[in-house]
């Protein structure tokens, strides 16, 4: 079986360097929904050549992480964000392809959910959009990713997005935040071969990935730059402060010691195109 360079790069760089076990909200986005109803699907999709697609199983992980993790976050909802380099042209539609036929899925902005089709074949539907797959090669927020995000690629994966509901846009739930950390790893676990997760794990020297030292490739993103983060919890109060704009919500150092209903509220950077 052959596998994807960065999977390679990846694991003569840990070999190299000796690494080992010893590593913004859109209130508009649609709600997760069951749609067991929904027919299975896969098409060609007509007039895009390698159009950006990803496994359905992953998703479906990402699902049942967000289940079985529910108390960090009991009143969010579930969506997944794209990432992709530049806008989307209008016309660009998500949908679930198989055998079967095409579902075409709902989507706000870079926002959409995803259903759950019981009756789908996992092992062929695919999670597509209908733009070529060049178009999700980087990050679109504009900040330099560190290392491991530039040999993971995360910047390719649609992430999740938990919001619980009530909170102003620049407002986040530290429990909505670890829940969509953990949907997105296991979103990504799942597509990846065991030996570079494990290689991953090495890397970010932690089981647990949303707690490693480096990542942040993984963590919720705002929709917008920031220069400075409160955490608020209770009568407790930190503020974080930033001499460049950063975009993850927020770092695993920063979370340790905060209950899951910390709020955490972002100051957007200035825009520089404003006179």
Not at 18 to 43: E, F, H, I, Q, T
Not at 46 to 64: Q, V
Request: proline share 9%; charged share 25%; with cysteine.
């Amino acid at each position: 079986m052959r596998y994807p360079i960065k999977y390679l790069l990846l694991a003569s760089a840990l070999v190299a360097g000796g690494l080992a076990w010893s590593a913004a909200p859109n209130p508009d986005a649609p709600a997760a929904a069951d749609a067991n109803a929904l027919p299975a699907s896969r098409v060609e999709v007509k007039g895009i050549r390698s159009p950006a697609r990803w496994p359905y199983r992953a998703f479906l992980e990402g699902l049942d992480t967000f289940d079985d993790k529910r108390s960090l976050a009991p009143n969010g909802v579930l969506t997944f964000v794209l990432q992709p380099a530049a806008p989307l042209p209008e016309h660009a539609t998500v949908a679930i392809d198989s055998e079967a036929g095409r579902e075409i899925l709902p989507r706000s902005g870079m926002y959409f959910a995803v259903p759950r089709i019981d009756r789908l074949d996992r092992r062929d539907a695919e999670l597509t959009v209908t733009v070529r797959d060049t178009q999700f090669a980087q990050d679109r927020s504009g900040e330099k990713p560190t290392m491991l995000a530039r040999i993971v690629e995360i910047g390719k994966l649609p992430v999740a997005d938990v919001r619980s509901p009530g909170l102003p846009d620049n407002v986040f739930r530290l429990g909505d935040l670890r829940l969509a950390c953990q949907v997105t790893v296991a979103v990504f676990k799942d597509q990846s071969p065991w030996w570079f997760n494990s290689l991953v794990t090495g890397f970010i020297r932690k089981s647990n990935w949303c707690e490693g030292a480096d990542s942040s490739s993984f963590s919720p993103r705002a929709a917008q730059g920031f220069i400075a983060l409160t955490m608020r919890d209770g009568a407790r109060e930190e503020r974080f402060t930033y001499d460049e704009p950063r975009y993850a919500l927020p770092l695993p150092a920063q979370q340790r010691n905060w209950s899951d209903e910390t709020l955490v509220t972002i100051e957007p950077a200035p825009d520089e195109s404003t006179p």
